[in-house]
């Protein structure tokens, strides 16, 4: 089972940029699907972004589009968020999650990590 460690949140202004990282164990990092979720306070999780084994093909919730990117580096078993344009209502706490391919990740991932908290003030 793949165990996911994410870092990087913080206190940013709006506008400002932030870029996450999630790293896995394990030796079979570039197998998975790997995606970024985010859950506000009150609100349910919502899905971010997420990209295929090889990072070849990615998927963004249309919020992000154009703001956020997702990139992997599967020498170093990391996935990326780099957010830019950072708006308040981007606060949330960021999970990285992990699945055997892309669909799954954005639907039903099989491991989760424990998030990172952002917050982007106005």
């Known amino acids: 089972q793949v165990q996911l460690v994410e870092s990087g949140g913080g206190l940013v202004q709006a506008g400002g940029s932030l870029r996450l990282s999630c790293t896995a164990t394990g030796r079979t990092f570039s197998s998975y699907a790997m995606g970024w979720f985010r859950q506000a306070p009150g609100k349910e999780r919502e899905f971010v972004a997420a990209?295929?084994?090889?990072?070849?093909?990615?998927d963004y919730t249309d919020s992000v589009k154009g703001r956020f990117s997702i990139s992997r580096d599967n020498a170093k078993n990391t996935v990326y968020l780099q957010m830019n344009s950072l708006k308040p209502e981007d606060t949330a706490v960021y999970h990285c999650?992990?699945?055997?391919?892309?669909?799954?990740?954005?639907?039903?991932?099989?491991?989760w990590g424990q998030g990172t908290q952002v917050t982007v003030s106005s």
């Open positions: 990209l295929t084994g090889s990072g070849i093909i990615t």
């Open positions: 999650a992990a699945g055997r391919t892309i669909e799954v990740v954005t639907t039903n991932p099989m491991a």
